[in-house]
């Protein structure tokens, strides 16, 4: 990794802990803020930073509606430090030097303090929105250095940590390394609260690197806790969890392990007018390409014997998904009777 001989004086550091910028930025907001300037402006990024320091939950813990579950809207911005070292204020995290991102991931690595490894993964996650920092980072060895902090005591780390790798994952050759820490993902996934920040940072992940199908494999063992998140969840991560499921199933070679994996009985009940409709648009993406799949007699007879396994819950005729797709042809939005309509026929 680089020199490691480069290491930032007091100044610097809170030079570059002033780059923070909104967490774990989307696709959407990489392509916004390619072709525009960035906004600078006070007021935000003082209450963004003020979202990072003030109260730290304890483990396990995760407050609701704070930084991430804004992060698709957030505009970056690149408040002005208090110091010596300001220059780096004026910078965008696109404008970011090599010599910067290496300072960066230096101090990362040696700060004791949960507050700055938080804004430090902030700016290097902002960063990493740029296709010349992802290449930048993978080359000095960035990707295992943040992942490394998938394992933090500090929840809030491990938060902003997703999101850097979030948007690391955007590149082809990142996922090659990022793809190596999908069980400890998926674990981050099972033993963090429901409706969690970490959660939904995890699912992000896994959506975006389930884009493709040459990691999806990775994936085959997870069908059941992501159907699980989708029964038990609220809206928000319940639409993020089927972003995974939808594209997983969009792969015909997946689809024997997904119709195999046990599923909740109840998520059939969710095919309701009464379900959100963000909701209810992906499931019947899901249950459509469910649908599209064909099972020979001899593999139908051997799944209905799998008890309680996806195909009984959603395929088998004994189902109940068909008389509740009936039902939902008188649903209000056009959108979702075009799509039940074209499960049915």
């Known amino acids: 990794m680089g020199d490691g001989s480069i290491t930032p004086r007091l100044g610097n550091m809170k030079a570059f802990l002033g780059l923070v910028a909104g967490a774990g930025a989307s696709y959407g907001l990489y392509k916004l803020i390619s072709g525009e300037s960035f906004k600078r402006n006070k ?6 930073s003020a979202g990072v320091r003030s109260s730290q939950p304890s483990e396990g813990t995760l407050q609701p509606g704070s930084l991430l579950a804004r992060v698709s809207g957030l505009d970056v911005v690149c408040p002005r430090p208090v110091g010596a070292s300001g220059d780096l204020a004026h910078q965008s995290p696109g404008n970011l030097d090599p010599q910067h991102l290496k300072m960066l991931l230096s101090c990362l690595q040696t700060s004791n303090n949960t507050t700055d490894r938080c804004r430090i993964l902030l700016t290097l996650g902002n960063s990493a929105a ?24 500090a929840p809030e780390v491990r938060v902003q940590t997703l999101n850097a790798l979030n948007n690391l994952c ?20 099972e033993m ?5 920040e970490l959660q939904l940072g995890a699912l992000r992940l896994l959506t975006n690197l389930s884009v493709t199908d040459k990691h999806q494999h990775l994936l085959k063992g997870s069908i059941t806790l992501l159907l699980s998140l989708v029964v038990v969840s609220k809206e928000t991560l319940q639409v993020q969890a089927l972003k995974v499921l939808v594209n997983l199933s969009s ?6 392990d997904i119709v195999q994996a ?7 009940l ?14 019947l993406t899901f249950a459509g390409n469910l649908k599209a799949w064909r ?9 209905r014997r799998k008890q309680d396994c996806l195909f009984r819950v959603m395929l088998d005729e004994s189902s109940q998904l068909h008389s509740r797709l009936v039902q939902l042809l008188s649903h209000p939005d056009v959108e979702i009777q075009s799509q039940v309509a074209r499960i049915l026929t």
């Open 295 to 303: 099972a020979s007699a001899q593999v139908a007879d051997e799944l």
């Open 130 to 153: 740029f296709t010349v920092n992802q290449n930048l980072l993978l080359e000095f060895e960035g990707i295992h250095i943040i992942a490394g902090f998938l394992s933090d005591p």
């Open 270 to 283: 969710l095919f309701d007018a009464r379900t959100a409709s963000a909701v209810l648009l992906r499931l």
């Open 170 to 189: 955007m590149n082809i050759q990142n996922q090659e390394q990022i793809k190596v820490y999908v069980p400890q993902v998926l674990e981050l996934i």
């Open 192 to 196: 963090s609260p429901v409706n969690s």
């Open 251 to 256: 792969n015909p070679d997946m689809m024997d």
């Open 262 to 268: 046990q599923a909740p009985a109840s998520v059939v």
């Open 43 to 48: 007021k935000s990024a003082a209450n963004e």
